[in-house]
């Protein structure tokens, strides 16, 4: 009986050690493909673009342009409180933080999201931390951004 708690120690501990190896923040992708965005107030848009640039880059080097494959919707799981925009791509399977995203909603408002960090890897790949325009993301997040981060588009930079 001893020996089959020992291994069964032995096994446990080698699987907590590949979940803490398993992702770096070298390589660290979120699953989650989507924006969300608080206390949404306006109409759904219906048309998105999202553009990937090089990390760092001042929003300059332009590495992706995606807005085939937009979609948004609606979310509000409780009619108390206001409802949320939830917006994605279906050409991402994945967001980095190496790379720096300016999301852009019916040509009129504009999301650049910009300074992401990595954050604790025990529990897979999570945002530690990043910038929307002059908001800060909340913690742990993901992309999740808070209502009045929007600024409208700047066509001289599109």
Not at 74 to 86: E, T
Not at 117 to 145: E, M, Q, T, Y
């Amino acid at each position: 009986m001893a020996i089959s708690n020992v291994a069964a120690k032995i096994f446990l501990l080698m699987i907590l050690i590949e979940m803490m190896t398993s992702c770096s923040p070298e390589k660290c992708l979120f699953t989650d493909n989507q924006f969300e965005i608080r206390n949404w107030n306006g109409a759904v848009p219906t048309h998105g673009i999202l553009y990937r640039y090089r990390k760092w880059s001042n929003f300059s080097i332009l590495e992706q342009k995606s807005e085939a494959d937009f979609k948004a919707k609606i979310f509000r799981p409780d009619p108390r409180h206001p409802a949320d925009l939830i917006v994605n791509f279906t050409g991402y399977q994945h967001l980095s933080t190496e790379s720096d995203y300016k999301l852009v909603l019916d040509n009129k408002i504009e999301y650049r999201i910009h300074d992401l960090k990595s954050g604790d890897f025990v529990h897979g790949c999570n945002l530690d931390s990043g910038k929307v325009n002059r908001c800060d993301l909340p913690f742990a997040s993901g992309f999740l951004i808070p209502n009045g981060c929007g600024e409208p588009v700047n066509s001289a930079l599109q």
